[in-house]
């Protein structure tokens, strides 16, 4: 069981909108900034926000973050086929630990 | 570009110690950040397992501390991981990544990782 809970799965058509939520606790998420991981098949993870909303240079604004109390968001506007992967969320534990969340696989209808 | 590559044995026996190196190209690890290590088990999600920096400071995830040596050699810029008493609950694909803390000084954000390497442990 990951420390951070995310939906297993979403979906939504090209051109659409879709949110990935991420909860966790006042032990992380509630007390830390968190990033936000893409995931493509066969492939290492790579990073698209950091601090909760910023982008890293070359991700497109179509990707943003947001974070209230214990939970955050991933929103993915414009969807893309090539938008198809895995997103992992990411914060620090008072466990003195990275923890992530379990992944969510996006699919666009 | 930063660039990151596992290598290691692909097979290790259960009890026995995984061992790995990371190869890092196009950045100095002596000029700083820090370099760590994250698995992710077949079909599940990513496990942070520990960190190092230039100066030799390790991280470790409290759930593995027991286990686990990272250490770096700076002549060959590279990083290693040792695992021991590996069970088949070690199997997994290990990445290599650079990192460096967010402006809050806790949360590490991983930029660059590597392609991934997966370990099976089976006898």
């Known amino acids: 069981q990951s420390v951070l809970t995310q939906p297993p799965s979403v979906s939504a058509a090209p051109g659409q909108k879709v949110t990935i939520s991420c909860s966790g606790s006042?032990?992380?998420?509630?007390?830390?900034?968190v990033s936000w991981y893409q995931q493509l098949p066969g492939t290492a993870p790579k990073l698209l926000i950091y601090?909760?909303?910023k982008r890293p240079s070359g991700i497109p604004d179509r990707f943003s973050g947001s974070k209230s109390g214990t939970s955050a968001t991933l929103g993915i506007t414009g969807l893309q086929t090539g938008d198809e992967a895995d997103y992992y969320c990411?914060?620090?534990?008072?466990?003195?630990?990275?923890?992530f969340g379990g992944g969510t696989k996006l699919t666009v209808l | 570009q930063v660039q990151l590559q596992e290598s290691g044995p692909g097979l290790v026996k259960p009890s026995e110690t995984l061992s790995l190196t990371c190869a890092v190209s196009?950045?100095?690890?002596?000029?700083?950040?820090?370099w760590g290590w994250i698995r992710q088990p077949p079909g599940k999600g990513l496990e942070w397992i520990g960190s190092?920096?230039?100066?030799?400071?390790?991280y470790y995830n409290p759930s593995l501390k027991s286990r686990v040596t990272i250490s770096v050699d700076t002549s060959k810029n590279q990083f290693s991981l040792k695992l021991s008493s590996v069970t088949a609950a070690d199997t997994a694909v290990y990445y290599c990544?650079?990192?460096?803390?967010?402006?809050?000084?806790?949360?590490?954000?991983?930029?660059?990782w590597g392609q991934g390497t997966l370990v099976t442990v089976s006898s």
């Open positions: 190092i920096y230039h100066s030799g400071s390790t």
């Open positions: 196009g950045y100095s690890i002596s000029s700083g950040y820090y």
């Open positions: 990544a650079r990192h460096y803390y967010d402006s809050s000084g806790y949360c590490p954000v991983f930029d660059y």
């Open positions: 990411g914060t620090w534990d008072s466990s003195l630990s990275t923890v």
């Open positions: 006042s032990s992380n998420i509630g007390n830390n900034y």
């Open positions: 601090e909760n909303n």
